[in-house]
Structures are given as structure tokens and as C-alpha cells.
């Protein structure tokens, strides 16, 4: 499965970023998806996971309220809405993929076996 994030960029505190991310090699509805960040020095931390299905989903709670995680099926195309940013959100934003036949989404990074490159978000004061 390969992995893709696209989207990334610079932005001022208050506005709002589109990540996307496709991913090739396998039946795309067939695997929970998730969104990663990882900021310098620290550990790789979840902001949002989704079902294959898209019913269910969950968030970290920096992100609660902020961000919404959704997906495309038919354009095997994973979306992360990120609105209000705030500079604490500037990082590298990993998408990450499991294949996964059930309704479950993850919370560890350790529950995911592919991963794409990442995409940088910055967000200015």
C-alpha cells in the first residue's frame, strides 16, 4: 500500500488547511485510516482516526471541535479539515493505513502498517 499526504503549507492563526491523502495498492475501503502529527522533539501523536466505512471516528482532544476527518471511497482519498489552527498545531502531518475488515478507528500509531511521507503544516502567530 503507498501512502500519500498533499496539502500542507503556511498559514496564519485562525484560518484553515485541507490535508488529503490517497492510498494505492489495495481496496481502499478495506482499511481504517488516520491522521498523525509529529512536531520537533516530540513523539508521533493522533488527531484523528476513521472507519473503513466512515462510521465511526475519533479524535485527540487537542483537536476536538477544530479538526473533521472524512473520506472518499471512490477516489480512495482520505480528508483532514483543519480549522482555527493555532501555532501548537504547526508539525509534520503523517497519514497512516490499516487494512481492517470491522467498524473500529485507532488511537496508536503502533496500530498501523503503512505510512506516507508526511506533509508540513505551519501555522504563524
Known amino acids: 500500500v503507498q501512502v500519500a499526504e498533499s496539502g500542507g503549507g503556511f498559514v496564519q492563526a485562525g484560518e484553515s488547511l485541507r490535508l488529503s491523502c490517497t492510498a494505492s495498492?489495495?481496496?481502499?475501503?478495506?482499511?481504517?485510516m488516520g491522521w498523525f502529527r509529529q512536531a520537533p522533539g516530540k513523539g508521533r501523536g493522533l488527531d484523528s482516526s476513521e472507519s473503513r466505512s466512515g462510521s465511526n471516528s475519533l479524535y485527540g482532544e487537542s483537536v476536538e471541535g477544530r479538526f473533521s476527518i472524512s473520506r472518499d471511497n471512490a477516489k480512495s482519498t482520505l480528508y483532514l479539515q483543519m480549522n482555527s489552527l493555532v501555532p501548537e498545531d504547526t508539525a509534520m502531518y503523517y497519514c497512516a493505513a490499516v487494512k481492517n475488515l470491522g467498524p473500529w478507528c485507532y488511537k496508536s500509531s503502533y496500530e498501523y502498517d503503512y505510512w506516507g511521507q508526511g506533509a508540513q503544516v505551519t501555522v504563524s502567530s
Open positions: 495498492g489495495m481496496t481502499f475501503d478495506d482499511l481504517t
